[in-house]
């Protein structure tokens, strides 16, 4: 009994102190928040990180043995039904678009078991062999952890986002001991808006994520290279390299869609094709065993400038890796494309130095590992479409601020070529399909937030088509309308409009009243919209027709009108609500 009065006290301390916060500075209790889900999401990248570790360690004794290309279809199908039977969650996701559309269409908002969820399923994928990365599960870890925060504390909508950014930045930044770059990878992909609200919680919980994990297991970067010395030539031929990386990018991207729907097309249960696929990459990999797993024990050779292997072998190793990956996820495996993209973007980098070696053989370039951190950093800019995200990141996980200005060179051209052929990343291009990729403040989100229930204006007067226009005009005299719809008697259906400019010449004509009926002058062919149209859609058919507006029909029913004056009214309160919540 003590012990519950005692908790009961703390319980309404804390609350107390909560609430004397965010009376006192809204901002100041955002950087509160936000060091503390920078925190929880950094616990959340080390689990994973261990739980990595400890996969490998069981699975390592049976990789000699034949059979040992089941493995990562064991893993993959444990994922699924993890996945699909335990949590009901239908085929594992990617992580980052699910954070971006909970951002874009529903204000933040997340489930609980999805900060726990993504970390057991992927590691059950990646421990086994699966080419994928542990950093999109995190991400969706780490959102999922801000979201539950902030509805703890009952915070609103803009506080929310904020916090899933929090989020997001602590897990990238601990996973990489990266806190710059999880503060652009935040900003850049998942809320989209560089603003002082949202820097400063963002950048406090990307520091606290990045110092739990360096608390914890040591201020270590993820690559270690020796110091580069880069020239102009050097500089110039990142041109060529840039394509090359922009070409991978473009083919990963491809390749993954094309893996997900010939997946979808076996009708199989989702565990089955995540196990054929599973094994279908452990076979891969009995060959080219650097395509399993994360691949960061390549990267670190790549860097170093010890892989022997030679020019075609490095090819092989870059398709390969591609296609383990697109077969990984597409079909039905957890994780993410951030870590098959390094491995990609390294042998990349190597396959283009040994290339120019072979073709300008008289020529001092930089040592492998300099192109190595090049091809990394235009894989990354390249699928994600997020340059800044590419510097950052591989300067921080490597240390080589020596190679920033090729690093920049290649960034942005690789992010420009694959943006001419993909339109939208790999993460958004799906939302961006289906109309979910909604950034806040923007048009698109303002309207998506309106609902044609809340619009439409029931005060117009209803006719019956037998009526007289001398009858029609007793009405007209009384309403401050121009349309009038017309309904069957008998039935209440809608069956067309009376719009006074139409039938402005009948009504100077009193010898018309009572030989006209509403029947024969009425607009049959009127365009009706739903309670359940897309309002965005309403607005653009009402700009194409050139109308002021339009009637709400259900059901075969009128049920009142939608006016382009009463959408752009909505609309600016709209706005002021999104930008001073």
Known sequence: MKKTKTKRRSTLRFYSWYKFISRFDDRLMLIIMGALVGVCSGLAALALHHGLIAMAELTHGYLPYWWSFVLPGIGAALSAIFIDKVFREGEAGHGVPEVVQSVSCFGGMMRFRSSFSPLISSCLTIGSGGSAGPEAPVVMSGAAIGSNIAQLFSLNERQRITLVGCGTAGAIAAIFNAPIAGLVFTIEIIVGEWSALNIVPIAVASVSGAQICRLLQGNQIAFTNLPFTVNVSDTLVCIGLAVVTAGASILLTRALRVSHRLSLSVPVPVWVRAALGGCLVGGIGWFLPDVLGQGYHSIQTVVEGSFPKGLLFIGLIVLAKIMATAVTLGSGGAGGIFAPSLVIGSFSGLLYHRFISMAWP???????????????????????????????????????YEVILPLILISVISTTLCHSFEPASYYLKDLVEKGRFLRPRTDARVLADLQV??????????????????????IMQKSHRNFFPVEDPSTGAFLGMIRLDDIREYLFEPMLYDTVFLEQIMDSRVETVGLNDDVAQILASMDSRRLFSMPVVENGRFVGMISKATLLDKYRYELMVQTHI
């Open 362 to 400: 008289g020529m001092a370039w930089a040592d492998e590992g300099c192109f190595a951190l090049l091809g990394m950093a235009g894989l990354i800019s390249g699928i994600l479409q997020a340059p800044l995200t590419g510097i950052f990141l591989i300067v921080e996980i490597t240390g080589g």
């Open 453 to 474: 229930a809340e619009l439409v204006e029931t005060d117009c007067m209803k006719v019956r088509k037998e009526m007289t226009l001398g009858d029609f005009v007793k």
